[in-house]
């Protein structure tokens, strides 16, 4: 009877066994799912906050492009503003701006809570409000700080301190929370239209481009920049090869920029990467022939703000366009920004180092692109919600800077004395050389 039994009993333990066996795989196949799900989340940390590192360094290129198509006396002034661009405007969108831009809205224009990041949790709660801050402060401080080269050598430290604590802390997230605001807490009106802006042509470029053309005209010219007959005299820059560099930091930071606007750390960004490069390599191309047709010689200037044209023409449309469609868009921005930079300056707008022209210009085109070059497919609809974001932009940008630095030339005043920009506003403003013993009179 044993004989029989024991077999038996053998048997019928087999689907038991494998029932068994099923289910510890079930288990092991939970746990790796969970393990693969939290390496990703700590992935896209980690991308998201080297990219911010990378938006970081572009203040850097900003400094050194503006310093560099300037002239010497200028330079402690402008790397000055750009230290506090992002140094007050950390705090000012710590305290205001971010809570403005993502807080939760009933309204769809702007956020209502948040402020003082106060939607962090603690040590123990989720962090990915911070790194998310992170990145979008960095966003926030490039906006503000492309101002700062089309008011350079005439204006008053005082009024642009006050001037960059308003971009980051109003300026930008309002209209940011318009287009953004649903990447958090929020949800904009325009957004909610299917506006399409990935990393900022017009969220952060165009706002500041619209901005630095507002400053521009409240300040006037720099004394001896047009004459008595309304030509156009050229005021060269005293450092190109500084200028150059800051070039390349900045292409380098936009690697940053729009592959980091994905805040996640997976195959999406290697064509983003390669829409961005390819853009801003047809931009300077093309503005170098456009450059070297129209003056019989290759600019510098213009290639190097080619380059930049390209990188914020892609912008928008960095992770829904082809990288076909990408040279078109940085070949076209090429073109604009030569005939943009002669035409603003030939209307006496003076923008030293052509930030109206990158940014404003530049960025509307490339908000426009995105949706004429939309891999999905465009349509009317597409278009016209393209072109209601540039224009509510150039509206509220504008509209707003103009309003804040009409009011600060008509207090504290904007514009420093003709003396004082005579003798340069480093050493009026500051007590400075930027190189000392080589200073000049020029």
Known sequence: MKKILWPLAFFLTIPVIAMAGEKAAEITITTNKEAIDLLQVNLNYVWTLIAACLVFFMQAGFAMVESGFTRAKSAVNIMMKNLMDFSIGSVAFWAIGFGIMFGSTKTG??????????????????????????????????????????????????????????????????????????????????????????????????????????????????????????????????????????????????????????????????????????????????????????????????????ALAGLVGITAGCANVSPTSAVIIGAISGVLVVFSVVIIDKIHIDDPVGAISVHGVCGAWGTLAAGLFNMGGTSAKIITTQLVGIGAAFVWSFGVAFILFKVIDMTIGLRVSREDEIMGVDIVEHGAHAYNDFQTLN
């Open 109 to 306: 224009w702007f956020g209502t809570d948040g402020f003082f990041l106060s939607g962090w949790s603690g040590p123990e709660g989720d962090q990915w409000v911070l790194a998310f801050w992170m990145f979008q402060c960095v966003f926030a401080a490039t906006a503000a700080t492309i101002v700062s080269g089309a008011v350079a050598e005439r204006t008053k430290f005082t009024g642009y301190l006050i001037y960059s604590f308003f971009v980051c802390a109003f300026i930008y997230p309002v209209f940011g929370s318009w287009a953004w605001g649903s990447l958090l807490n929020g949800g904009g009106w325009l957004e909610g239209m299917g506006f399409i802006d990935f990393a900022g042509s017009t969220v952060v470029h165009s706002i500041g481009g619209w901005a630095a053309l507002a400053g521009a005209i409240v300040l006037g010219p720099r004394l001896g920049k047009y004459g008595k007959k309304g030509e156009v005299r050229a005021i060269p820059g005293h450092n190109i090869p500084m200028a150059a560099i800051g070039v390349f930091i900045l292409w380098l930071g936009w690697f940053g920029f729009n592959p980091g606007s994905t805040t996640t750390g997976d195959s999406s960004i290697a064509m983003i990467f390669v829409t961005t490069n390819l853009s801003a390599a047809l931009g300077s191309i093309f503005a170098m022939f456009t450059s070297w047709i129209m003056f019989k010689k290759p600019d510098i200037g213009m290639s190097l703000n080619g």
